[in-house]
Every structure is written in structure tokens, then in C-alpha cells.
């Protein structure tokens, strides 16, 4: 067995036999007539049971499915800087997050149009406990990060996930993707966990662990959506943060999230790339900061590269204005997309809670401040 095989996804080799596991599974049947509405199911049965590489079934499949989904539930994705990147490059992909499955998909999809390598991407074990949602994972190139872990189990479970992050980058040029923090950002205040960096140093065992980003090309990405469409669905964990209650997930929760982030309205879309980061890196590795404070630094480079490359929309701004009671923002927005946020904002929170209603136009209005923090620190 390889050390990887609790946590990898499959090997090319295995593509075809891991698809006829799922061949007739009734939610695999549900996702492809959502994709190929006009075709008959022995159609795309009969392609994906001829299918034998994941990328094939990615493009094949998973990209069809997505453009399908922006089609149904957006006013289109806009991306920049993709012009950054190089063909047949491995960059580490260090992203905000906001929905499960979207974020991902999405980001493979505009590697894909670009001609760029698909990347391998985290995901949280919790969230393919199915077996039908476990086999197609591993069938989109997603690497498990084993959740819900303590003490040895979890120090162990990161030197894992880290030594499998270092040989997709290093020895098979294959692109990697993860969040910034352990889960979505719930209030739209996108920060880069210290403790997902230190994860990633764990292979490298000698005195400065920090010199593993200089061999490894780190690119801040961020994502934005007018509307999120599991806003409302983050609401009760953080009423639960707000009482320093510990928040226990409903059985069927991630699983809720999943459906409602593919089928929930987005309005529009950007995706940035925020170029490669490695001069800031350099600069790091040669500051004299201990091990900790070079971590916390590259962080805030982090950070601010996301934020500044963060794409307002009106929504954003008409949040700002309602949570702080003025009208700085009022000329970015119009009386009509107003008028839109507000009913959106009524039909979804309690509006005598306030709590609520903060919490609702802070998860928007958060990436304004940090945008201002981002431009204020680059004067």
C-alpha cells in the first residue's frame, strides 16, 4: 500500500473500474440529466463507461456539469490574471473560500479554458462520508484532509497530507489546491490560517522549514460572489459563536450546503489570480524572523494579496452601507440592486434579530474593509 492511499484520489489506472462503481448510483443519474438535459441516459452512460483517465472524465463530465451550473444559477464568472500562470507549471493554489464544491470546480474549469494543469485539491473528509460523493472526489482529483483528529492522530495526519502536497508539486508538476483556513470563511473576513502554512513546512524536517515555499511556486487566489448562495445556511453557527456555544452540524448539513452552493443564486462571479508570490518569500527567508513570525508574515502577504485582488460587487457595497448607516458607497450601486439586496436580506434573516441581520451584511461587507487594509498597506 502507498502511505498516500487512505487519502489520495485514484490513479489514472483505476478511473474506469471507480466509475462503474457509480455507473447506476441514482445520484450520479440526477447530476448528468441536470448536465445533459436534451441526451438519454445510455448516452453519457455508454461515454463515461469508455472513459479511462480522470482528466477525461473531468472534462468530459465535471466541466459540462459546471458550465451547466453557471448557466441555471448565475450572470456568468469573470476571472483575471490566469495570464499569469505558465503551461505545464505546478503552482500551490492558496485560496479564500466560500463554497464546497464551487470554489474547486469552478477554478479547474478556467485552468482548463486556459490551458493550464488541473490541480489536485484539498477537501474535508466530512464531507465524503457517502460512498457516492467519496468515489466521485477522488474522481475530480480531490485529496482528503482528515478532519475531527487530535494530538499524534493529527500531527501525523498533516506530515501525510503535507509529503502528498510536496510530491504532486515537485515530483508529478501537478497543481495543488487549498483554502487558506480549515473550512469556508462564514463571515466574509478571509484570513490565512498560520497553522495551514506550518502544515505544509511538515516534510521538510531541517532547522529553516520555512525555505520549503522557496521551491514551490505560492499563488494567492481569490474568489468572490455577488450573492452567496449558502449565506443564509452560515447563520446558525455563527448565533452559536456569538453564545460560546459549541455548534454541532445537522446529520444531513454539508450535504445541504453542497446542493444549496451548486443550485442557489450567485448572480455574477469573479475569479483572480493574484500572480506568483515568491520575491515576498525570498524576502521572508532572508529577514532574520523566527520560524513563527516567518509564517505569520507570509500570512499577511497572503492575505493582502487576496483582499486587493478581491472583486467588489454592489452587493458588497450596499452591505457596507446598511451595516454602518450612511451612503458612502451609494455610486456603486443602483436604487434597483438595492432594492434586490434588501428583499434578499428580509426573506432570508429575521430582521428583529439584529445579531442576525449584522452578521448577514458584515459576511458582505467585510471584503470592502480588508480591500481598504490591502490598499492602505501597498501606499
Not at 477522488?138 to 503535507?162: D, M, T, V, Y
Not at 449558502?230 to 456555544?245: F, G
Not at 454602518?324 to 434586490?340: D, F, G, L, R, S
Not at 439584529?354 to 498597506?377: C, D, G, R, T, W
Given at each position: 500500500?502507498?502511505?498516500?492511499?487512505?487519502?489520495?484520489?485514484?490513479?489514472?489506472?483505476?478511473?474506469?473500474?471507480?466509475?462503474?462503481q457509480i455507473i447506476d448510483d441514482p445520484m450520479l443519474e440526477a447530476m448528468m440529466n441536470f448536465t445533459f438535459p436534451a441526451d438519454?441516459?445510455?448516452?453519457?452512460?455508454?461515454?463515461?463507461?469508455?472513459?479511462?483517465?480522470?482528466?477525461?472524465?473531468?472534462?468530459?463530465?465535471?466541466?459540462?456539469?459546471?458550465?451547466?451550473?453557471?448557466?441555471?444559477?448565475?450572470?456568468?464568472?469573470?476571472?483575471?490574471?490566469?495570464?499569469?500562470?505558465?503551461?505545464?507549471?505546478?503552482?500551490?493554489?492558496?485560496?479564500?473560500?466560500?463554497?464546497?464544491?464551487?470554489?474547486?470546480?469552478?477554478?479547474?474549469?478556467?485552468?482548463?479554458?486556459?490551458?493550464?494543469?488541473?490541480?489536485?485539491?484539498?477537501?474535508?473528509?466530512?464531507?465524503?462520508?457517502?460512498?457516492?460523493?467519496?468515489?466521485?472526489?477522488?474522481?475530480?482529483?480531490?485529496?482528503?484532509?482528515?478532519?475531527?483528529?487530535?494530538?499524534?492522530?493529527?500531527?501525523?495526519?498533516?506530515?501525510?497530507?503535507?509529503?502528498?502536497?510536496?510530491?504532486?508539486?515537485?515530483?508529478?508538476?501537478?497543481?495543488?489546491?487549498?483554502?487558506?483556513?480549515?473550512?469556508?470563511?462564514?463571515?466574509?473576513?478571509?484570513?490565512?490560517?498560520?497553522?495551514?502554512?506550518?502544515?505544509?513546512?511538515?516534510?521538510?524536517?531541517?532547522?529553516?522549514?520555512?525555505?520549503?515555499?522557496?521551491?514551490?511556486?505560492?499563488?494567492?487566489?481569490?474568489?468572490?460572489?455577488?450573492?452567496?448562495?449558502?449565506?443564509?445556511?452560515?447563520?446558525?453557527?455563527?448565533?452559536?459563536?456569538?453564545?460560546?456555544?459549541?455548534?454541532?452540524?445537522?446529520?444531513?448539513?454539508?450535504?445541504?450546503?453542497?446542493?444549496?452552493?451548486?443550485?442557489?443564486?450567485?448572480?455574477?462571479?469573479?475569479?483572480?489570480?493574484?500572480?506568483?508570490?515568491?520575491?515576498?518569500?525570498?524576502?521572508?527567508?532572508?529577514?532574520?524572523?523566527?520560524?513563527?513570525?516567518?509564517?505569520?508574515?507570509?500570512?499577511?502577504?497572503?492575505?493582502?494579496?487576496?483582499?486587493?485582488?478581491?472583486?467588489?460587487?454592489?452587493?458588497?457595497?450596499?452591505?457596507?452601507?446598511?451595516?454602518?448607516?450612511?451612503?458612502?458607497?451609494?455610486?456603486?450601486?443602483?436604487?434597483?440592486?438595492?432594492?434586490?439586496?434588501?428583499?434578499?436580506?428580509?426573506?432570508?434573516?429575521?430582521?428583529?434579530?439584529?445579531?442576525?441581520?449584522?452578521?448577514?451584511?458584515?459576511?458582505?461587507?467585510?471584503?470592502?474593509?480588508?480591500?481598504?487594509?490591502?490598499?492602505?498597506?501597498?501606499?
Amino acid at each position: 500500500m502507498s502511505q498516500f492511499d487512505s487519502i489520495r484520489p485514484f490513479y489514472e489506472t483505476e478511473a474506469n473500474a471507480a466509475i462503474r462503481q457509480i455507473i447506476d448510483d441514482p445520484m450520479l443519474e440526477a447530476m448528468m440529466n441536470f448536465t445533459f438535459p436534451a441526451d438519454h441516459s445510455q448516452n453519457w452512460k455508454d461515454l463515461m463507461l469508455h472513459t479511462q483517465s480522470l482528466r477525461d472524465f473531468q472534462v468530459n463530465f465535471i466541466y459540462p456539469g459546471i458550465q451547466k451550473v453557471l448557466e441555471k444559477s448565475s450572470n456568468g464568472l469573470s476571472t483575471g490574471g490566469f495570464d499569469l500562470l505558465e503551461a505545464n507549471t505546478a503552482y500551490l493554489f492558496i485560496s479564500n473560500h466560500r463554497d464546497i464544491i464551487l470554489d474547486t470546480s469552478l477554478f479547474n474549469a478556467c485552468l482548463y479554458e486556459n490551458g493550464l494543469v488541473l490541480t489536485t485539491s484539498a477537501i474535508g473528509d466530512n464531507l465524503i462520508h457517502r460512498p457516492f460523493l467519496h468515489i466521485l472526489s477522488k474522481l475530480n482529483r480531490n485529496f482528503a484532509i482528515k478532519r475531527g483528529l487530535q494530538g499524534r492522530a493529527l500531527l501525523e495526519s498533516s506530515k501525510q497530507a503535507a509529503a502528498f502536497i510536496k510530491k504532486s508539486l515537485l515530483s508529478e508538476n501537478r497543481s495543488v489546491w487549498t483554502a487558506q483556513r480549515e473550512g469556508r470563511t462564514k463571515d466574509g473576513n478571509d484570513a490565512t490560517h498560520k497553522g495551514v502554512l506550518k502544515m505544509l513546512t511538515l516534510i521538510d524536517e531541517g532547522s529553516d522549514q520555512f525555505s520549503y515555499f522557496e521551491k514551490i511556486k505560492v499563488v494567492p487566489i481569490s474568489i468572490s460572489y455577488e450573492y452567496d448562495p449558502t449565506d443564509v445556511l452560515k447563520m446558525p453557527e455563527l448565533l452559536a459563536k456569538s453564545r460560546d456555544e459549541k455548534y454541532v452540524k445537522g446529520e444531513n448539513e454539508d450535504f445541504q450546503n453542497l446542493l444549496r452552493g451548486l443550485l442557489g443564486s450567485k448572480k455574477r462571479i469573479h475569479l483572480q489570480v493574484n500572480g506568483v508570490i515568491n520575491d515576498k518569500i525570498l524576502e521572508i527567508s532572508k529577514s532574520g524572523l523566527g520560524s513563527g513570525e516567518k509564517l505569520a508574515t507570509l500570512a499577511s502577504v497572503i492575505d493582502q494579496k487576496i483582499w486587493a485582488g478581491y472583486k467588489l460587487w454592489p452587493s458588497n457595497y450596499i452591505a457596507h452601507d446598511l451595516l454602518y448607516k450612511n451612503e458612502e458607497y451609494i455610486t456603486q450601486y443602483t436604487v434597483e440592486e438595492k432594492k434586490a439586496f434588501e428583499k434578499r436580506l428580509q426573506e432570508k434573516v429575521d430582521i428583529n434579530n439584529q445579531f442576525l441581520v449584522k452578521s448577514f451584511l458584515s459576511m458582505y461587507a467585510n471584503p470592502v474593509n480588508n480591500q481598504i487594509k490591502a490598499l492602505e498597506s501597498n501606499q
